[in-house]
């Protein structure tokens, strides 16, 4: 009996970089996500997944939020959206997972995501 596995992922890159955005873009897109940021402890974006402007704000306030016990007030870009961050822990070195938007399934996807996000960057 012959197996044949057939690869779920339709799009994929040996680049690190490439291959993160199309994890960040994928999980956009099944999450109905406005938008999708990675961003190291400085607020610093290192990829994202919608509009600029709002991965920018998403990206400086993440080290922000996933830290505030009582949440804080978020700029005008990000205000009214349903905002989850989660932090990840590579080689010691914090970088946060974070998302505007999306629908009830948003924890799932996102946790998942965040298996293929510590996976791409974890390679060499």
């Keep these: 009996m012959s ?6 992922r339709t799009r994929r890159s040996a680049e690190r970089q490439t291959a993160l955005r ?3 873009e994928h999980t956009r897109e099944q999450g109905g996500l406005e938008a999708v940021v990675v961003a190291d402890d400085a607020g610093l974006i290192l ?4 509009d600029s402007a709002v991965c920018e704000e998403l990206g400086a306030y ?3 939020l ?15 959206g ?5 932090p990840i822990s590579l080689n010691g070195q914090p970088v946060f997972l ?27």
């Design 22 to 24: 199309y994890q960040l």
């Design 3 to 8: 197996w044949i596995l057939k690869d779920r």
């Design 98 to 124: 974070a998302s505007i938007g999306g629908g009830v399934a948003r924890d799932a996807l996102l946790s998942h995501s965040e298996l293929g996000v510590s996976r791409i960057l974890a390679s060499n």
């Design 47 to 50: 990829e994202s997944a919608g």
């Design 66 to 80: 996933v830290h505030s016990l009582m949440g804080m007030k978020l700029p005008p870009l990000l205000c009214g």
């Design 82 to 86: 349903d905002v989850a961050v989660r």
């Design 62 to 64: 993440a080290p922000l």
